[in-house]
């Protein structure tokens, strides 16, 4: 459920494509939901948001296969490659993070301010650079498509400001999720 009042609730029409909410791996008293690795993917539509943006997700995989996503749209994504974690936003430049983080939970910190983007993980910056621009309209969390990079792994929190946050709100930001999933 999307609490900040903006009614941009995630939503799977088809019961066999829907992620398990489950107390398993539940982190300081937190549940995830649960993702099967095969088709399980949720979605939430949304006026159209444009740069400037900072998303942080706390997530853990449960395998190191390459090729998943954590979250992405028609226009950016967070994903997992061969090589480690990955920020794009379309027509940019993949902004590459250097670990590939299994059985570890995450907090990952995308910022998009127009042509210019950011990676952290785990409170240190990955990667800094162009990664293009786009309006999103859309964001699918457990993959890019149905069956499309899924997502084998428990997502905790997704949490997205409308604004390219400054360093200082950024660790903030990083520190309260910190405290509240106990990482």
Do not use: M, W
Not at 24 to 32: C, E, F, S, W
Request: hydrophobic share 40%; with cysteine.
């Amino acid at each position: 459920q999307d609490q900040s009042g903006n009614g941009r609730h995630l939503t799977q029409g088809t019961d066999a494509n829907r992620p398990v909410y489950t107390s398993t791996g539940a982190l300081n008293g937190h549940n995830p939901i649960a993702f099967d690795g095969i088709d399980d993917i949720l979605s939430v539509s949304h006026s159209s948001v444009t740069a400037p943006f900072t998303r942080f997700v706390v997530f853990r995989l449960f395998s190191d296969v390459s090729g998943q996503a954590i979250f992405g749209s028609e226009a950016f994504l967070l994903i997992i490659t061969s090589s480690g974690v990955r920020f794009r936003a379309d027509r940019g430049t993949a902004l590459n993070g250097s670990t590939v983080f299994t059985n570890a939970n995450i907090i990952a910190t995308c910022v998009f301010n127009g042509a210019s983007g950011k990676f952290r993980v785990n409170g240190v910056e990955e990667a800094s650079g162009n990664v293009g621009a786009n309006t999103i309209t859309q964001l699918l969390l457990g993959g890019i498509a149905a069956g499309t990079y899924p997502l084998s792994g428990r997502i905790y929190a997704v949490v997205g400001y409308d604004a390219a946050l400054d360093a200082g709100q950024i660790t903030a930001e990083e520190a309260r999720l910190q405290v509240k999933y106990g990482l």
